[in-house]
């Protein structure tokens, strides 16, 4: 059975400051996407992480992919505020519907 | 209209109620979901269809019933349900099983 596990669950952290979620899971799988909800929204696709060493960026979010250690992991560098939010990843494999999310990760980015 | 759009965003419903959610998707995907997200519990897949063919059901309770009448359209049929479901329900599409989903607004549903 594919479980995903995410560290922290709960996130406080002073704008300006790096930190990194961690997201392993149990079974291979070929692909991993990140996910991000806002309070009382739906979940909006940050990344797809493809390969082994891949590695994405998109603002002050950069996400990267272990395959060999089944990790994957969401780097923060000099968060805002606007980042407040949950973050989720989900491990999946191409042409099957083993696509499992993670507990979430809730972040607070503090003023 | 594109990406996937869900009604109605909220539903209070007694628990004899009849009720349905609909789903729709204009991105030609081919694969939609129904997910519940409950306070602090992951985000739990329900019903999968793919090319309008169930494909998951994971162990639902029979008082939720899916219709998925073709590759654009998904439901939900919602009868005699317990307060315990109260919960977000997303629905969501991807253009095949395995691949990034796009997912709608939610349904917050409220069993009283």
């Known amino acids: 059975e594919l479980k995903v596990e995410q560290n922290p669950l709960f996130l406080s952290m002073q704008e300006g400051k790096n930190y990194t979620i961690y997201c392993n899971y149990s079974?291979?799988?070929?692909?991993l996407y990140w996910y991000r909800q806002d309070p009382g929204k739906s979940l909006e696709s940050l990344f797809v992480?493809?390969?082994?060493?891949a590695v994405k960026q998109e603002g002050r979010l950069m996400a990267s992919l272990d395959t060999k250690a089944r990790l994957s992991t969401l780097h923060i560098t000099a968060a805002v505020h606007d980042l407040s939010a949950t973050y989720f990843c989900?491990?999946?494999?191409?042409?099957?519907?083993?696509?499992?999310f993670g507990t979430g990760t809730r972040l607070k980015v503090l003023a | 209209e594109t990406g996937v759009t869900q009604t109605p965003r909220h539903l209070v419903m007694g628990m004899t109620n009849k009720k349905s959610l609909k789903c729709e998707q204009h991105?030609?995907?081919?694969?939609m979901y129904w997910y519940k997200q409950s306070a602090k519990k992951p985000l739990e897949l329900m019903f999968v269809?793919?090319?309008?063919?169930?494909?998951e059901n994971n162990s639902v309770p029979s008082r939720f019933s899916p219709e998925c009448p073709n590759s654009s359209h998904l439901f939900l049929h919602l009868h005699t349900l317990q307060p315990e479901d109260s919960a977000l329900y997303l629905c969501?599409?991807?253009?095949?099983?395995?691949?990034?989903?796009?997912f709608g607004s939610g349904t917050r549903l409220t069993v009283v």
């Open positions: 992480l493809l390969s082994n060493g």
């Open positions: 079974t291979t799988s070929d692909r």
């Open positions: 989900a491990p999946a494999t191409s042409g099957t519907y083993k696509y499992i």
């Open positions: 991105l030609g995907h081919n694969a």
């Open positions: 269809y793919s090319l309008e063919e169930r494909v």
């Open positions: 969501a599409s991807s253009q095949a099983t395995g691949y990034g989903y796009t």
